[in-house]
């Protein structure tokens, strides 16, 4: 176990050619000593801190190359309640799946659900929608949380839950990642927002 510091920086500041040369070298220390691989698990939400979003994305895609057809495996935690919707995008972007915990139940949700997506925008599902419900996912996929969803709109926060969960089982998905997805397959938010 090593704290992100020790394994991302040196001298307290953070460096991507450092922690891609640490886990190359990881890997091939495992692979000498027998191991079958290599398993990584972290938060990257420091890292998104210390780096603009362009530059997160391509620090993710170098540990994506220096993974590919090697056994290594890496973990990365994005936790929604810290997260903003144009983070979940490029998590989505980069990664190969992702995998939800929503009330205790693990759920594997796959990133190549972009075509569903645009099935269910081409069936018109986003027309069945309320004005409100449509008026709630925009502000979903713009990355607002319900509080923040409730206050601009003049409703309590139980009204602004009520509406989701409507929303969810109108168009068959269960998590927050799906939602964006359809909103911005739909063309109801720009992926740039």
Same mark, same amino acid.
């Given at each position: 176990?090593? *704290?992100?510091? %020790?394994?991302?920086?040196?001298?307290?500041?953070?460096?991507?050619? /450092?922690?891609?040369?640490?886990?190359?070298?990881?890997?091939?220390?495992?692979?000498?000593? !027998?191991?079958?691989?290599?398993?990584?698990?972290?938060?990257?939400?420091?890292?998104?801190?210390?780096?603009?979003? $362009?530059?997160?994305?391509?620090?993710?895609?170098? #540990?994506?190359?220096?993974?590919?057809?090697?056994?290594?495996?890496?973990?990365?935690?994005?936790?929604?309640? +810290? *997260?903003?919707? !144009? $983070? /979940? +995008?490029?998590?989505?972007?980069?990664?190969? =799946?992702? #995998?939800?915990?929503?009330?205790?139940?693990?759920?594997?949700?796959?990133?190549?659900? #972009? !075509?569903?997506?645009?099935?269910?925008?081409?069936?018109? %599902?986003?027309?069945?929608?309320?004005?409100?419900?449509?008026? /709630? +996912?925009?502000?979903?996929?713009?990355?607002?949380?319900? %509080?923040?969803?409730?206050?601009?709109?003049?409703?309590? #926060?139980?009204?602004?839950? *009520?509406?989701?969960? $409507?929303?969810?089982?109108?168009?068959?998905?269960?998590?927050?990642?799906? +939602?964006?997805? =359809?909103?911005?397959?739909?063309?109801?938010?720009?992926?740039?927002?």
């Amino acid at each position: 176990m090593a *704290s992100h510091r %020790k394994w991302f920086g040196a001298d307290g500041t953070f460096d991507a050619s /450092i922690a891609v040369r640490r886990f190359r070298k990881k890997l091939v220390d495992a692979e000498r000593r !027998g191991f079958a691989g290599l398993r990584v698990n972290g938060s990257s939400a420091w890292v998104r801190e210390k780096f603009r979003a $362009q530059r997160f994305r391509e620090f993710e895609g170098e #540990i994506d190359r220096l993974m590919e057809h090697r056994r290594m495996l890496a973990v990365c935690t994005f936790p929604l309640m +810290l *997260s903003r919707a !144009g $983070q /979940i +995008l490029d998590a989505a972007r980069t990664h190969q =799946f992702g #995998i939800t915990v929503r009330n205790g139940t693990w759920k594997k949700v796959e990133i190549r659900d #972009i !075509g569903a997506a645009q099935r269910q925008a081409k069936k018109g %599902k986003l027309r069945q929608l309320t004005f409100r419900q449509r008026e /709630i +996912l925009q502000h979903i996929a713009e990355g607002r949380n319900t %509080k923040q969803i409730a206050d601009l709109l003049g409703i309590s #926060i139980k009204t602004v839950e *009520s509406h989701r969960l $409507q929303l969810m089982r109108r168009l068959k998905i269960d998590n927050i990642p799906g +939602l964006v997805r =359809f909103a911005i397959y739909t063309g109801l938010v720009s992926p740039e927002d």
